[in-house]
């Protein structure tokens, strides 16, 4: 009997692989070649559901996205309620990845004047879910300051070798709401 696949799930799964294999060689560090071999299928099957990198690493970046994805929660469990719960998930996922999305977002980047990174649609749309998420923990007053600690405390525990606490830049945006 043939085997029944489920072409979306199919290539949802491999956007959602696709999400480290970008974290870990940028943009540019690997043709679809690479990522099919990193995938562990073949260029044929990857091209079947993804027409070109760029398709992949917006599938990819929309999956990252999801809000499962940014709280590290698994597959159909619900984000807390609790606001505080809320952001302290939000900051230690980010953090257990926040070396390689930086640096995939310089990579993205690179190549881009002002003007490109201001009209790309991947990096608004990258920016307005997690303004979105800070927005339902401190309201849309605060929205764009809880951004700019959440990637500032991010890069101060990156740079300090993790000698800022994920509470404190929670604490740091809470007070936000206050």
């Known amino acids: 009997m043939p085997k029944i696949v489920d072409h979306d799930a199919y290539r949802r799964e491999l956007a959602i692989k696709s999400v480290d294999i970008f974290t870990e060689h940028g943009v540019n560090g690997l043709g679809m070649r690479g990522i099919a071999e990193a995938l562990g299928i ?54 257990a990845r926040f070396r390689g999305e930086l640096t995939l977002m310089l990579d993205y980047t690179k190549h881009k004047d002002p003007q490109q990174v201001g009209q790309d649609s991947l990096l608004a749309t990258a920016n307005q879910q997690f303004k979105q998420q800070l927005a339902n923990i401190v309201g849309n007053d605060h929205a764009d300051q809880a951004f700019a600690l959440l990637f500032g405390g991010l890069s101060m525990r990156l740079l300090d070798g993790n000698q800022t606490a994920i509470e404190t830049i929670a604490q740091w945006i809470l007070a936000l709401g206050d």
């Open 42 to 95: 073949s260029k044929s099957a990857l091209y079947h559901y993804f027409s070109s990198k760029e398709e992949l690493f917006k599938a990819s970046t929309e999956a990252f996205l999801e809000p499962s994805s940014l709280y590290g929660l698994a597959e159909g469990e619900a984000v807390p309620q609790d606001k505080a719960q809320m952001l302290t998930m939000l900051i230690a996922t980010l953090d």
